[in-house]
């Protein structure tokens, strides 16, 4: 019989049937065996009234000997992993990791939740959308997703074709704008043009009649009395306007009105040579608005020089006259004589050059006016010889005296 304790009570009984004598017992004290550190267990010793018995520490089994302990793989033993995600075995215990993508969501890691990367990172350059665990990035209408899968790049559609434009194609950032030819309005689906009737909408800047045409319009005047200036928007009144060489005259009635694009006579002519133009100027009624340029004289006169000096002649026989106003200026009475006299400067060349008493010396009307000198100035380089042929009036001319003096 073994006990354990400090004290044991035995007592004896003996009945009618008992013939012997008595009986004796012999006892003693022993070390329990796993005090005595002979119990060869792995972990932990625990005594019994009968020996002793092994056991192991948390997460431990006893193995098949009784004795040794092995490992509880509780990621595998378990119905149910204790880990939401991933568990890791390890000696006598587990321990418990979330995914890429996740956190813990309690101090063990037993439970995971969804890391927000679009919130905490920003990874993406334009729009950044959240997935369980991940995310992916996306662009804006008219950008593409770059091969980093991250930063955006413009479309440029207007290189690629894409843009549906009639006319003309703006590449802008993220998209791209259409225009159009002058005279022409883009329409409401800003993708076509229309052309623009800038005389019904009176947007032109005729001074009369205006015709619309295809992407733009011009101007016409009313009749045979009228023309149009050089900028082709003003119909300019001329109440006598020669075509022979030799004259002309512009008049403009008093209480005309320029454009809002002002107004502009241009007038070109060339005679004979050895002649000249002469500019008279009758009327000038516009001293405030208008001016008159001479190129051959290099003159730019306003209109009121001009009536002052009351003519001007020029020494070649080309003209270029031009009378400007300003805009939307209320004009008085012009009236501008051209005439040609003879005489003027001339130059010697290599080649023969002829010059006549008259402009329009083939004319039938051409006569000779009375007391009438012409001065000539003829001018040769100074390593040249010049030489004069004159041819005086003879058989087949007009009768009629004339005198001409060649002065040195």
Known sequence: LTFRGGRVNLTFTSDKTVSESGFNISYRAIEPECLRNESRCEHECIDTIIGYRCDCHTGYELGNDSHSCLDVDECAAAEESPCSQVCVNTPGSFTCKCYNGYEPLTSDASDC??????????????????????FSCSCETGYRLASDGRTCQDVDECAEGESGCEHYCNNTQGGYICTCENGYVLDNDTLHCTDINECADEIDDCSSSCL????????????????????????????????SSSSAQLIVPSGARSTNRGFEFYWKRKIRTGHRWRILFEAMDCPNNCSVFILAKGENLSCRDASEKRQISV???????????????????IKIKFQTVC????????????FYSHSD?????????????????????????GKLHS????????SGRRQSKILR
């Open 113 to 134: 939740i969804d890391v927000d990367e679009c919130l905490l990172l920003r990874p993406c350059d334009q729009i950044c959308n959240n997935t369980e665990g991940n």
């Open 212 to 243: 619309n045409e295809e992407g733009g319009y011009k101007c016409s005047c009313p009749s045979r009395r009228f023309f149009l200036s050089p900028d082709g928007t003003n119909c300019i009144y001329c109440s006598r306007f020669l075509t």
């Open 315 to 333: 020494s070649t026989n080309i003209l270029d006259f031009k009378l400007t106003a300003t805009k939307n200026s209320l004009l008085g009475a």
């Open 343 to 354: 005489g003027g400067y001339l130059r010697a060349m290599e080649k023969n050059r002829t």
């Open 361 to 385: 010396l083939d004319s039938k009307a051409s006569v000779y006016l009375p007391n009438v000198t012409c001065v000539f100035v003829c001018c040769v380089l100074v390593e040249k010889i």
């Open 391 to 398: 041819r005086l009036p003879g058989v087949g001319e007009r």
